[in-house]
């Protein structure tokens, strides 16, 4: 079966902490994706990544960074976390590439509570 | 902004037929109309993608109008389990997925 996974389900932080979500697929895809997603808004694009060092901004990065140094791995960074960053973040791959058609695989969420 | 429009939610009894509608009436002529759900307190889970003709697979059926301005999902003997929130999407010009707020399906006993 192919996986993204995403290192906790559940994470508490205070606020003006530095927080690290891990994200790491196995299926050698180029793309990855963080989103986050809030009661009414839906998911909503953080940043993407096409490849290893590559980043691209989404429709919301303030407040947040990414580092990818390696192709199965991506990391979403609060810098120094903020209550109005408590949300479900989501990572997903896909295989990337010049077609028109990607489907996406998406791990299972961080609920991180920001108090 | 999402490129589709999905009423927010929906009913249907157990063991009927599930039918989504969505709309994408400013979908590009080489752009996939995608299908995902998502269940309560999980990731998205992808269902059924498509262009031009209808598509089936195991979970479900999806069927595109010709002039492609809309589209159904169709689950064909609607579970329990089926009850969750479901996406239709097309891809955003940096090739992300652009979720809309869904279809928020309960399948009732």
């Known amino acids: 079966d192919v996986k993204v996974t995403q290192s906790s389900r559940y994470l508490v932080k205070r606020t003006g902490e530095k927080v690290f979500l891990e994200c790491v697929q196995d299926?050698?895809?180029?793309?990855m994706f963080w989103y986050r997603q809030d009661p009414g808004l839906g998911l909503r694009l953080i940043y993407f990544?096409?490849?290893?060092?590559?980043?691209e901004k989404g429709d919301i990065p303030e407040g947040y960074s990414v580092s990818r140094e390696k192709k199965e791995r991506f990391s979403l960074i609060l810098e120094s976390a903020s209550t109005n960053q408590t949300s479900m973040y989501l990572c997903?791959?896909?295989?990337?590439?010049?077609?028109?058609?990607?489907?996406?695989?998406f791990g299972q969420g961080t609920r991180l509570t920001v108090v | 902004d999402a490129k589709t429009t999905q009423p927010p939610s929906m009913d249907c009894a157990e063991g009927r037929a599930a039918n989504l509608p969505c709309n994408h009436s400013?979908?590009?002529?080489?752009?996939?109309v995608y299908w995902y759900r998502q269940i309560h307190s999980q990731g998205p889970q992808y269902i059924i993608h498509?262009?031009?003709n209808n598509e089936t697979n195991e979970m479900a059926s999806l069927i595109i109008t010709e002039d492609r301005k809309s589209s159904t999902l169709i689950l064909p003997h609607a579970t329990l389990r089926d009850t969750a929130v479901y996406y239709c999407?097309?891809?955003?010009?940096?090739?992300?997925?652009?979720f809309g707020k869904g279809t928020k399906l309960s399948v009732k006993p």
């Open positions: 997903a791959s896909n295989p990337g590439g010049g077609g028109m058609y990607t489907e996406a695989f």
């Open positions: 299926m050698d895809h180029e793309n």
């Open positions: 990544s096409y490849d290893v060092k590559m980043k």
């Open positions: 400013t979908i590009s002529g080489n752009e996939y």
């Open positions: 498509g262009l031009k």
């Open positions: 999407i097309v891809k955003g010009s940096q090739g992300n997925l652009i």
